[in-house]
């Protein structure tokens, strides 16, 4: 579009002078002949009407030539090997989608939003409504736990259970909207249910999840170079303006839908693909003009999700590309519907349409100048990543060398930091959905993430994953080895998120700088924003465990295909007879 820009430029002027020729309007010539300025100006404007209509008339010309040979380009691919163009053929009808969306909603937005004004009053103040959506929620999952058992209760309940701490212990009781709540823990639950509960969602996330760029990628690049390479795709995308149209149109649902404001929506759409200290940048010029809840919900939203730099390489570790996919989707709204209950709104917002935010697209003047800036930015992030997993590792084996040394002296040398982060962190992994006997190990990640970083807890998951796959005994030395599948997909939903303490820190310095005069407003949210992010993620961590089961566990297998003999067992108590040949097994 530069490109074409320029040389439409080049030709419009070229037809300019042209015209002017003709008409011989100038300045100098009108005064010679005493035309007033009424006959200067119509001519003026005839000359620009005409070279607005050339221009029209080429874009369309060389858009056309360009779009019909992009089409014949895609049915040339689908002739040769259909199979092999299945991922250009979904991306150009995903783009050919939005750009008629787009088309029209510049045409007919304000149209729509008139129409559906009747919607948005009855959403704001018809409880009805609400009660209507509990009660559908109520009768299906009474109706799905008659049919799969009574397992999915717990993490129901857990949910329950983490929305209930959060408004017991809200900052301030009884002002948080029930609008807010229930849609954004509603769009999390339903985007839980197309995913996860149907053939169709679970294969769409798991062909993104494993095409063959990622698997070139990981298996040439490895970790680091990963992130380089995400961080100048991504600089791409927001050079060339899709990234910020795609943050607009997710912020923009969440906005209609919970009813927060332009702001706090847009960095958390922001948060599904960069970081928490890159998704304030697109709000950066309004950031002085927050209230304080907006402020806590923007930190919230950080805490609840990672990057998509950062997800490539959680990706190498051997986690599973499609969990991290949705997890990432699922955090956004709720963690704008956590951090709104945690600490309610009390003032008016100023920016409260999309239409009042100008996104900045970047600095760049060119794609390789956008890639190189991305990947000059990414230089920081893989040195951090480096000399924190180093220090952290060094410091975790170092705390659970001393607490060994001290618990010796009472007869408990197997005291470690993660036997007590496996205690305290216990109750919460439980009631999220994991078994008794993966609990406590599912505990031990948590902490590590909460109290270190989520790179070191990846990096204990990813062990526990290889082990499982490698089939060995589960218990050794009745220690055990490794979890079930269902704990690893909990596991992490719960761990994909930037909420730990050195996040904390970096996300309070990052707001500071932009909003230097915000400094106390920002420092004194930290704390529960960081708190709020943990339940986000242990709320999509929930969801994942009341929906994962059906479709995920194994049945039908036969040994040898990477499960071992535990973990077919522990289909064998989960799914019906009629699922899974368990005569073999057991």
Same mark, same amino acid.
């Given at each position: +579009?530069?490109?074409?820009?320029?040389?439409?430029?080049?030709?419009?002027?070229?037809?300019?002078?042209?015209?002017?020729?003709?008409?011989?309007?100038?300045?100098?010539?009108?005064?010679?002949?005493?035309?007033?300025?009424?006959?200067?100006?119509? +001519?003026?404007?005839?000359?620009?009407?005409?070279?607005?209509?050339?221009?029209?008339k080429?874009?369309?010309?060389?858009?056309?030539?360009?779009?019909?040979?992009?089409?014949?380009?895609?049915?040339?691919?689908?002739?040769?090997?259909?199979?092999?163009?299945?991922?250009?053929?979904?991306?150009?009808?995903?783009?050919?989608?939005?750009?008629?969306?787009?088309?029209?909603?510049?045409?007919?937005?304000?149209?729509?939003w008139?129409?559906?004004?009747?919607?948005?009053?009855?959403?704001?103040?018809?409880?009805?409504?609400?009660?209507?959506?509990?009660?559908?929620?109520?009768?299906?999952?009474?109706?799905?736990?008659?049919?799969?058992?009574?397992?999915?209760?717990?993490?129901?309940?857990g949910?329950?259970?983490?929305?209930?701490?959060?408004?017991l212990?809200? *900052?301030?009781?009884?002002r948080?909207s029930?609008?807010?709540?229930?849609?954004g823990?509603?769009?999390?639950?339903?985007?839980g249910?197309?995913?996860?509960?149907t053939?169709?969602?679970?294969?769409?996330?798991?062909?993104l999840?494993?095409?063959?760029?990622?698997?070139?990628?990981?298996?040439?690049?490895?970790?680091m170079?990963?992130?380089?390479?995400?961080?100048?795709?991504?600089?791409?995308?927001?050079?060339?303006?899709?990234?910020?149209?795609?943050?607009?149109?997710?912020?923009?649902?969440?906005?209609?839908?919970?009813?927060?404001?332009?702001?706090?929506?847009?960095?958390a759409?922001? /948060?599904?693909?960069l970081?928490?200290?890159?998704?304030?940048?697109?709000?950066?010029?309004?950031?002085?003009?927050l209230?304080?809840?907006?402020?806590?919900?923007?930190?919230?939203?950080?805490?609840?999700?990672?990057?998509?730099?950062?997800?490539?390489?959680?990706?190498?570790?051997?986690?599973?590309?499609?969990?991290?996919?949705?997890?990432?989707?699922?955090?956004?709204?709720?963690?704008?519907?956590?951090?709104?209950?945690?600490?309610?709104?009390?003032e008016?917002?100023?920016?409260?349409?999309?239409h009042?935010?100008?996104?900045?697209k970047?600095?760049?003047?060119?794609?390789?100048?956008?890639a190189? +800036?991305g990947?000059?930015?990414?230089?920081?992030l893989?040195?951090?990543?480096?000399? /924190?997993?180093?220090?952290?590792?060094?410091?975790?084996a170092?705390?659970?060398?001393?607490?060994?040394?001290?618990?010796?002296?009472?007869?408990?040398?197997?005291?470690?930091?993660?036997?007590?982060?496996?205690?305290?962190?216990?109750?919460?992994?439980?009631?999220?959905?994991?078994?008794?006997?993966?609990s406590?190990?599912?505990?031990?990640?948590?902490?590590?993430?909460?109290?270190l970083?989520?790179?070191?807890?990846? +990096? *204990?998951?990813?062990?526990?994953?290889?082990?499982? *796959?490698?089939?060995?005994?589960?218990?050794v /030395?009745?220690?055990?080895?490794?979890?079930?599948?269902?704990?690893?997909?909990?596991?992490?939903?719960?761990?994909?998120?930037?909420?730990?303490?050195?996040?904390?820190?970096?996300?309070?310095?990052?707001?500071?700088?932009?909003?230097?005069?915000?400094?106390?407003?920002i420092?004194?949210c930290?704390?529960?924003a960081?708190i709020?992010?943990?339940?986000?993620?242990?709320?999509?961590?929930?969801?994942?465990?009341?929906?994962?089961?059906?479709?995920?566990?194994?049945?039908?297998?036969?040994?040898g295909?990477?499960?071992?003999?535990?973990?077919?067992?522990?289909?064998?108590t989960?799914?019906?007879?009629?699922?899974?040949?368990?005569?073999?097994?057991?």
């Amino acid at each position: +579009q530069v490109c074409f820009k320029k040389v439409f430029q080049k030709v419009s002027e070229q037809r300019l002078n042209s015209k002017r020729m003709e008409l011989n309007v100038t300045e100098k010539g009108n005064q010679k002949r005493g035309e007033d300025n009424e006959a200067f100006e119509s +001519q003026v404007c005839e000359i620009f009407e005409y070279s607005s209509d050339l221009l029209l008339k080429d874009i369309i010309h060389i858009n056309s030539k360009f779009v019909s040979g992009f089409v014949a380009m895609v049915i040339a691919a689908c002739v040769l090997n259909f199979h092999r163009a299945v991922g250009l053929l979904v991306i150009s009808l995903v783009t050919m989608f939005f750009l008629v969306w787009n088309w029209m909603m510049e045409r007919y937005s304000d149209w729509v939003w008139e129409v559906l004004a009747p919607i948005r009053v009855a959403l704001t103040r018809n409880w009805i409504i609400y009660m209507l959506l509990l009660m559908a929620v109520a009768c299906w999952l009474a109706l799905d736990t008659a049919q799969r058992g009574t397992r999915q209760l717990v993490s129901f309940f857990g949910l329950l259970l983490f929305i209930f701490l959060m408004l017991l212990f809200s *900052k301030h009781p009884f002002r948080w909207s029930w609008r807010t709540l229930l849609c954004g823990t509603g769009l999390q639950f339903i985007f839980g249910l197309l995913i996860l509960r149907t053939t169709s969602g679970l294969s769409a996330l798991k062909w993104l999840g494993n095409q063959n760029i990622t698997v070139l990628i990981v298996d040439s690049l490895q970790v680091m170079p990963i992130l380089v390479f995400l961080s100048s795709v991504i600089s791409i995308l927001y050079y060339i303006g899709f990234m910020p149209w795609l943050i607009c149109k997710i912020g923009f649902i969440m906005q209609v839908t919970m009813g927060t404001s332009a702001t706090e929506s847009m960095a958390a759409a922001g /948060n599904i693909f960069l970081g928490n200290t890159d998704s304030p940048l697109l709000i950066r010029p309004y950031i002085s003009e927050l209230t304080v809840s907006e402020i806590h919900a923007v930190m919230t939203g950080g805490f609840a999700s990672i990057s998509g730099t950062i997800l490539g390489a959680f990706i190498s570790f051997g986690v599973e590309a499609s969990h991290l996919l949705t997890a990432s989707l699922m955090s956004a709204p709720a963690s704008l519907a956590i951090a709104k209950m945690f600490w309610p709104e009390k003032e008016a917002s100023i920016k409260t349409s999309h239409h009042d935010l100008k996104m900045d697209k970047g600095g760049s003047q060119n794609i390789l100048e956008a890639a190189s +800036q991305g990947a000059s930015r990414a230089v920081g992030l893989v040195a951090n990543i480096i000399v /924190n997993l180093i220090a952290f590792l060094a410091l975790l084996a170092f705390f659970d060398a001393v607490l060994s040394w001290l618990g010796g002296m009472f007869d408990c040398p197997q005291l470690s930091f993660s036997l007590i982060c496996s205690y305290v962190f216990m109750p919460l992994s439980f009631m999220m959905g994991v078994s008794w006997e993966d609990s406590f190990i599912v505990a031990e990640l948590i902490g590590i993430k909460t109290f270190l970083n989520e790179f070191v807890a990846y +990096q *204990k998951l990813s062990e526990l994953i290889k082990r499982r *796959k490698a089939g060995g005994p589960e218990y050794v /030395n009745h220690v055990k080895q490794y979890i079930s599948v269902h704990s690893e997909t909990i596991a992490t939903y719960a761990l994909c998120g930037f909420s730990n303490f050195a996040a904390l820190g970096m996300s309070i310095g990052g707001l500071s700088a932009m909003a230097p005069d915000r400094r106390s407003d920002i420092s004194s949210c930290g704390l529960r924003a960081l708190i709020a992010g943990s339940i986000s993620c242990f709320m999509t961590a929930c969801i994942a465990g009341d929906n994962v089961d059906f479709l995920y566990e194994p049945w039908n297998v036969t040994a040898g295909e990477g499960f071992s003999q535990s973990s077919l067992q522990g289909c064998c108590t989960l799914t019906p007879p009629k699922h899974f040949n368990c005569s073999w097994v057991l």
